[in-house]
């Protein structure tokens, strides 16, 4: 009697991958982060007295201010931000690919010059775009409202503390405004305030720009990951059904990432619990992509 025997399946990338993708980002995280310091100390350069003064007349940030921030994003994404995102896709998808070819004859070999790169590519540049620019006019916008509130009526001082917290999200911004506001009423010198705010405001400059490295960097990588092997099943390179699944990283990783890693091994077409394909599910998000070739 013959006894048939399902074969296993098999493992494609796993925690040991993932270590490539922390690697990674220690690796290149200051292929972005740089830049994008140099970016806010750019855009911050941008805040003149005279144009402070407009600020405080109208209450809004000037139409200069956003002209010019909003083409320096712009830059910045097409430039900076996709040269590393297609490198880290590169990086990736050859590697899933040398993954494939362990347990294939023939050779797959990654293209990043595939219309679906450049389609994600396009579609997260302008995504990135609007988050950045939003985010810095609601932070400036929020200051801004603040100091008039608090009845700082002199441009130069004004501009002195909006420059260092260009870049910053409306919260951090905010958590500034504190500072400043606690600095103030203990009696501390105008100079002396603008002194510590600056320095304040540059710690948090320095965590988010590695955030912001570190989140678009995984992002890339995972995207990477998931289009190599979408590529490979199309053309017919996988002995069997491709599927993905969701490695939580992190020593504690948030309740989203907990409940797509819950969901196992799903359709590479899928989309996880939280909406996402692939992580990451949130800015800093240190989860990775994994994946099987279930044997039918």
Known sequence: MLIETKAKDIILTDRKFSLKLRRYLNDNESSISGPVKKLWKESAEIVTVDETRKALETGKITKMWRDAWSKKIREFVRTT???AWVKSITESGDAVAKK???IQVKQFDFDTTMTSVKAWVDSQGGKLIVDLTTAQ???IQALLQDQIAFQVTSPYVLAQRIRPIVGLTKREAMAVARTIATLTEAGVPPATINSQAS???KFLHKNRAARIARTELSNSFNFGHLDSLKHAASDGWLPG???KNWIAGGADPCEICEENAAAGFIALDATFPSGDE???AHPHCECSLGSRIRRT
């Open 81 to 83: 931000i996709t040269t």
């Open 100 to 102: 494939v070819n362990q």
């Open 137 to 139: 006019m609601g932070s």
């Open 199 to 201: 320095t304040y405001a």
């Open 241 to 243: 059904v491709p599927e």
């Open 278 to 280: 692939h992580p990451t």
